[in-house]
């Protein structure tokens, strides 16, 4: 059975914006194995300082970051968009062990295959500690981000 997770490229401006509002609802789901579908198995990564390859590595990776990082919940926005790429800018808050919160603000690059799974994945990212009372993303973590919550521009971020 061949894999494919729509849309597909070559994208439209509204067809990108339904890929990063899925990616976003996949990664809010904190489901290493379940995120890992969108990606070919042999996708490329680079975050942060680490570089890996392949669904094994996504999940490894994956499990690892949301053990550490509680609450997680993440909003993307488009940035921009080509035939079979996408640019997003993103933001997300969580706490850690300690209850020390953060947000992290960042920038992803990727690029599909035919099939609509990303084969390159860049993520440039930096966090800033925040106090609580200044988290800006509060809805149910059971449930994607609701339509009317705010996104990163209504935000100010």
């Not at 990063?20 to 490329?44: I, Q």
């Not at 080509?82 to 992290?104: C, L, T």
């Amino acid at each position: 059975m061949s894999e494919s997770r729509p849309p597909l490229p070559p994208f439209t401006y509204e067809s990108a914006v339904k890929k990063v509002r899925a990616a976003e609802d996949g990664w809010n789901g904190c489901n290493p194995e379940k995120v890992s579908l969108a990606y070919t198995v042999d996708s490329r990564w680079r975050n942060r300082s680490m570089i890996f390859q392949g669904r094994e590595a996504i999940v490894n990776f994956l499990t690892r970051k949301w053990e550490h990082e509680h609450e997680y919940r993440l909003i993307k926005e488009i940035w921009a968009h080509s035939e079979n790429r996408i640019a997003v800018r993103f933001a997300y808050e969580y706490r850690n062990a300690s209850g020390s919160w953060f947000r992290a603000y960042g920038n992803e690059n990727w690029e599909f295959d035919e099939k609509g799974l990303m084969k390159v994945r860049h993520a440039s990212i930096n966090d800033i500690a925040i106090q609580e009372s200044e988290r800006l993303f509060h809805w149910d973590r059971s449930a994607p981000r609701p339509a009317d919550h705010p996104g990163l521009t209504e935000l100010g971020l």
